[in-house]
């Protein structure tokens, strides 16, 4: 009787445990907001524990939410405990998430040079291009992330991809003022004279924005002082106020009435074209 008594309790907590298991793998599949799993929430969180109890019960490590980023994506943002997680359980670490960026574009983006470094280090493709055509390195450039474009330089990568409307990083830091960024870049002898596709080069980007630090560094490096601007379009050049005539940069300089980056231009050469 006795036997019998323990052997109908043992059937009962199998059973339970039966279920327990099978609403756990429920869980670890459900999605919340966003179609975020438990594995992604947790990524994004920056819950090193709950991340690591999830993988060990065979959480899907390649979900992807309602943006198409996986864990590592979410995780490269500012998680690093959770990103290095992720590379030793072998995930992917070139997989593109949300507007086709790696986690490596992401960590650039987001300035997350202790991520950044560690994906390097994990063989990350460094030049690899979001769907705009940008990589790492020019986010890093856009977003004023200093620390990780010199982590990007000093692992080589290419400084003078452009972006299909012929956008480089160099001329991006130009418009934008960042000399630090300028002088990154110039040591890793990116090419001064680039253009995009209205003919803007980083010299005439940096002065139609009066940024005579950049102007300077720029015709140090070398910088034409005559190439001129070749499109007539009134519009912004890199989302700056540009004068809408053609011209180089010493004509934008004067129109502007800019004097300290007329002097630098006149300096170096410059003249009125």
């Known amino acids: 009787m006795k036997l019998a008594k323990l052997i109908l309790v043992l059937l009962g907590l199998t059973l339970l445990i039966v279920i327990a298991v099978r609403e756990s793998r429920e869980d670890i599949s459900a999605t919340g907001w966003g179609k975020r799993t438990a594995l992604l929430k947790a990524a994004d969180d920056g819950d090193v524990e709950r991340l690591k109890a999830l993988i060990a019960s065979g959480a899907d ?20 405990g959770c990103l290095r997680i992720l590379i030793a359980a072998h995930v992917d670490i070139n997989t593109p998430g949300w507007q086709r960026q790696t986690a490596l574009i992401t ?9 950044l470094q560690a994906l390097i280090s994990a063989g990350a493709r460094i030049d690899e291009r979001d769907a705009d055509g940008n990589t790492a390195l020019m986010e890093a450039v856009k977003n ?6 010199d982590t990007l330089v000093n692992a080589h990568a290419n400084p003078d991809i452009r972006t299909p409307f012929g956008n480089s990083a160099m001329l991006t830091a130009a418009a934008h003022g960042d000399a630090g960024s300028i002088r990154a870049l110039i040591r890793a002898k990116s090419n001064v004279n680039v253009r995009d596709a209205d003919g803007n080069t980083p010299l005439i980007a940096a002065t139609v924005n009066g940024h005579a630090r ?12 005559e190439a001129k601007r070749w499109s007539k379009t009134t519009e912004p050049a890199n989302g700056f106020e540009t ?7 010493l004509n934008y300089a004067t129109h ?12 170096h050469g410059a003249r009125k074209l």
């Open 243 to 249: 004068p809408p005539s053609v011209g180089t940069a």
């Open 214 to 225: 950049c102007v300077e560094l720029l015709l140090k490096a070398g910088a034409n002082t």
């Open 107 to 115: 960590a650039a983006a987001c300035g997350s040079r202790g991520c």
């Open 256 to 267: 502007m009435g800019r004097g300290d980056i007329v002097k630098l231009l006149v300096e």
């Open 144 to 149: 004023g992330r200093l620390p990780c474009v």
């Open 61 to 80: 490590l390649n979900a992807r939410d309602e943006w198409q980023d996986t864990a590592l994506n979410l995780a490269a943002r500012n998680h690093l």
